[in-house]
Nanobody, 125 residues
């Protein structure tokens, strides 16, 4: 059974940092693109960042460019999202996702086949 499990969320003050992790099990994703999405209350799930199979190319939503860094460790089947200079509008449930066959970094939600359960990030002002 394929599982993606996020961790690292929590409460942080504006301007602070957090690092999210996404541990995959049940299959290897070393040839698959992976990504992060988020969903705030009352809003649709939106793209945050994506990384290609090798970790060599990444792609960010404009709203997080310069503040977030996505990375992965294929040996550990794990992906990360380092978030700096957090703002209250970054408050959301953050989800990690993985594709089945796509290897390039994609921001399209429908490209992703596997999803984690989400981790809450709350940024206080």
């Amino acid at each position: 059974q394929v599982q993606l499990v996020e961790s690292g969320g929590g409460l942080v003050q504006a301007g602070g940092s957090l690092r999210l992790s996404c541990a995959a099990s049940g299959r290897t994703f070393s040839r698959s693109a992976m990504g992060w999405f988020r969903q705030a209350p009352g809003k649709e799930r939106e793209f945050v960042a994506a990384i290609d199979w090798s970790g060599g190319r990444s792609y960010y939503a404009d709203s997080v460019k310069g503040g977030y860094t996505i990375s992965r460790d294929n040996a550990k089947n794990t992906m990360y999202l380092h978030m700096d200079r957090l703002k209250p509008e970054d408050t959301a449930v953050y989800y990690c996702a993985a594709t089945r066959t796509i290897s390039y970094a994609t921001g399209r939600l429908s490209d992703y086949d596997y999803w984690g359960q989400g981790t809450q990030v709350t940024v206080s002002s």
